[in-house]
């Protein structure tokens, strides 16, 4: 079980990623439905040595917030609370969407993880 919060109407949280060994807590993450995958914002993922390379492939993702350029990284693990995906590949992109995030957990995460969001309880479960 993970808590929830909302701020200025956006449903948020926080989550681990470990990369190489490394951990970092991004503490303002949003959780999406909407968004098809999960985003670490570009600052953040440099801490931990999450770099573009030269054989890692740009593409542009569209969404409600408009466009932008990410690439993708396959990262030790991200944490939610006590579950976590091991060997999961996120997007890194600049996250420019006019309001601060140092994440978004996308659908792709949420079905991976099995998760029940309970807006009521302001909680996300995990069927284990």
Same mark, same amino acid.
């Given at each position: 079980?993970?808590?929830? /919060?909302?701020?200025?109407?956006?449903?948020?949280?926080?989550?681990?990623?470990? &990369?190489?060994?490394?951990?970092?807590?991004?503490?303002?993450?949003?959780?999406?439905?909407?968004?098809?995958?999960? /985003? !670490?914002?570009?600052?953040?993922?440099?801490?931990?040595? +999450?770099?573009?390379?030269?054989? *890692?492939?740009? &593409?542009? !993702?569209?969404?409600?917030?408009?466009?932008?350029?990410?690439?993708?990284?396959?990262? *030790?693990?991200?944490?939610?609370?006590?579950?976590?995906?091991?060997?999961?590949?996120?997007? !890194?992109?600049?996250?420019? &969407?006019?309001?601060?995030?140092?994440?978004? +957990?996308?659908?792709?995460?949420?079905?991976?993880?099995?998760? +029940? +969001?309970?807006?009521?309880?302001?909680? !996300?479960? &995990? *069927?284990?």
């Amino acid at each position: 079980m993970k808590k929830l /919060i909302i701020d200025e109407g956006l449903l948020l949280t926080d989550m681990e990623v470990t &990369y190489k060994g490394k951990s970092l807590l991004l503490k303002r993450v949003l959780v999406d439905t909407g968004s098809g995958s999960t /985003i !670490i914002k570009t600052d953040l993922a440099e801490t931990i040595s +999450i770099v573009a390379e030269e054989n *890692d492939m740009i &593409y542009r !993702i569209s969404g409600v917030g408009g466009s932008e350029f990410v690439f993708s990284k396959t990262i *030790d693990s991200i944490k939610n609370g006590e579950k976590e995906a091991d060997n999961f590949t996120v997007e !890194i992109g600049a996250m420019d &969407y006019g309001f601060e995030l140092d994440g978004i +957990i996308g659908l792709d995460l949420l079905q991976q993880m099995k998760a +029940i +969001i309970n807006l009521d309880k302001l909680i !996300i479960e &995990y *069927d284990c």
